[in-house]
């Protein structure tokens, strides 16, 4: 999606998008952890596939290292904490994408859906202010901000589908160490 200074993707990387980077010559790392029960990708010989009926879903249980070398795979960047922001909240500096909380155009645990929702599921009704799908619930989004002066741990933002409906506001921030998987 445009904004005027910069680009952002209008919806999370899928399940579908990472396995092909992960097939790709690029990718001399995994970055995923394929034995957690949330993965939804597979490794069948040397080949990596979706499982069944999660292809637009989005990705999970990637680490920092695995989101930003997709991105420079797919030439793209990680989003800086401001821009996302930006493209989450609008100009008017909404709590959340939709302006105020409403449920039923977002996942997370408040919903029930138990897991990740495809990416598609709530267009028409919960998009940002710039057409972007999921900045709130379904699945934690790695920025390329560090969380403090530390430089020990990168920020997440957006919230997941089992996290409660204050984590998916539009300026939570939660971090992580970057090799651990979101």
């Known amino acids: ?10 919806y999370p990387v899928t399940n579908a998008e990472y396995a092909e980077f992960l097939n790709s010559p690029a990718s001399k790392q995994e970055f995923i952890d394929l ?8 490794k ?5 596939e979706v499982k ?25 960047v990680l989003p800086d904490e401001r821009r996302w922001e930006k493209e989450a909240r609008g100009i008017d500096g909404r709590p959340y994408p939709f302006r105020r909380w409403d449920g039923s155009r ?4 408040e919903q029930g859906a138990g897991k990740t929702t495809p990416y598609s599921l ?3 009704r919960g998009e940002s202010p710039y057409s972007c799908l999921d900045m709130a619930g379904n699945v934690w989004e790695w920025m390329a901000d560090w969380y403090d002066s530390e430089e020990k741990k990168r920020v997440l933002r957006g919230g997941a589908w089992n996290d409660v409906v204050d984590r998916a506001r539009s300026a939570y921030r939660f971090c992580r160490q970057p090799a651990r998987t979101a």
């Open 52 to 76: 069944e009926d999660w292809h637009d879903h989005p990705t999970t249980q990637v680490s920092w290292f695995g989101a930003a070398a997709y991105a420079e795979w797919a030439g793209k």
């Open 122 to 124: 709530y267009a028409g």
């Open 1 to 10: 999606m445009i904004d005027q200074d910069f680009w952002i993707d209008r």
């Open 35 to 42: 034995d957690d029960p949330m993965c939804r990708i597979a």
């Open 106 to 109: 977002c996942n997370t645990a």
């Open 44 to 48: 069948r010989g040397q080949a990596y």
